[in-house]
């Protein structure tokens, strides 16, 4: 067993996940979060994106022996299910019998990696703790408690940045010299929409696909969850002629759901609520290197490379970062 302290900035998937491989090889792990505690508080109040897993995210999941417990939360989806503006559905598999791509709960997977993480007695977790500042000539990290307003420096001897798309350890980074960094947005944003499910419980759609309606510079996605409903997300252009600009009351947004998305509308019984209740949210891309400073600082996940959806493999790439860091990191 090691007894050697890791800090962790940022729970998310990355953080919780790098948690339980950092448990398993006995090191002292210190996760520090600014959101509060979701085994609490629950997530989002229960609304997340819907992510696709592949097997780049399952191989880590098994590295950290946990796919059991995982396996719960994820649908396997062999295929796209294509919906044609006729009405005509298409389904393409996506590889041959026996593989899938599996529907998960960002914030369902969150919270399962979080009981994982939290049951090993050397994982312990700060919620409402935001990292302010990481000192790059001594090893010390300085948080914010948002409870009490306290500001705490702490040794930090080794730090995993994983807190995400605009991470302060990477921010600590950007500022020494020949740091490399890239960040741009889409012109496209995102809003996350819902199909519940019928009064029995089953879902209004097959379950075994990722349904897409694809529209040229527009999409609608919906992934299913296991308790019948799926997850929407609509892709659209911030502005421009077919755009959120022009949706800005019910008529236009029925208007335009009638001309682009027909056979979806009878499925979203709270279309126009969720419409509203729901943020219009950002594309980013983030590119920097190196990932490390002086082999006691290192930024995954997000942090590192933050992707923009369409490849489904933003949070697959992080826990790839995971599976092949311990493989030489944990090993001796
Ligand atoms: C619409 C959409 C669809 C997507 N679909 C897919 C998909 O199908 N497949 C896929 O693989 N990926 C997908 N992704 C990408 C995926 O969500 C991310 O790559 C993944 O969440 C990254 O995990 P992370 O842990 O690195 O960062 P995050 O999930 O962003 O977690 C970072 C954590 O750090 C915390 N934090 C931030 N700053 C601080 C601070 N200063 N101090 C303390 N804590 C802090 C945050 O509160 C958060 O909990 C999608 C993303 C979007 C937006």
């Not at 085994?39 to 989002?44: H, I, K, L, M």
């Not at 005509?88 to 791509?101: N, R």
């Not at 490390?292 to 933050?306: N, P």
């Amino acid at each position: 067993m090691k007894n050697e302290t890791a800090i962790i900035v940022g729970a998310g998937l990355v953080g919780s996940l790098w948690a339980v491989f950092l448990a398993r090889r006995g090191y002292q792990v210190k996760v520090f979060e600014r959101r509060s505690d979701m085994r609490q508080a629950g997530y989002y109040g229960g609304k997340s994106i819907n992510l696709a897993m592949s097997e780049r995210g399952w191989k880590a999941i098994d590295q950290a022996g946990i796919r059991e417990k995982l396996e719960k939360v994820a649908i396997p989806m062999p295929g796209r299910m294509i919906h044609n503006l006729s009405g005509e559905v298409v389904f393409q598999p996506y590889g041959k019998e026996g593989e899938a791509i599996y529907s998960v709960s960002r914030g369902g997977l969150n919270l399962e990696l979080l009981h994982i993480a939290g049951a090993f007695p050397n994982v312990e977790f700060y919620f409402e703790h935001r990292c302010v500042e990481v000192d790059l000539n001594n090893p010390v990290i300085t948080f914010e408690d948002m409870k009490t307003g306290e500001v705490k420096t702490l040794d930090a001897p080794l730090i995993f940045g994983t807190d995400g798309a605009f991470s302060a350890v990477r921010y600590a980074l950007q500022r020494t010299d020949r740091f490399n960094y890239r960040q741009f947005y889409l012109d496209h944003g995102y809003k996350e929409l819902t199909i519940p499910p019928n009064a029995d419980g089953s879902h209004r759609m097959d379950p075994d696909a990722l349904h897409i309606w694809p529209r040229g510079n527009h999409m609608l996605i919906a992934l299913p969850n296991a308790d019948g409903s799926f997850t929407c997300t609509m892709f659209l252009p911030f502005e421009g002629p077919v755009s959120f600009e022009h949706l800005t009351n019910d008529a236009e947004v029925m208007a335009f759901f009638g001309k682009y998305f027909p056979d979806a509308i009878p499925l979203m019984p709270t279309l126009l609520h969720d419409f509203w209740a729901n943020p219009t949210s950002s594309l980013v891309t983030v590119q920097c290197s190196p990932w490390q400073w002086q082999g006691r600082i290192l930024l995954l996940g997000d942090a590192a490379h933050a992707i923009v959806p369409f490849y489904g493999q933003g949070m697959n790439a992080g826990f790839e970062d995971c599976t092949i860091l311990a493989s030489f990191f944990c090993s001796n």
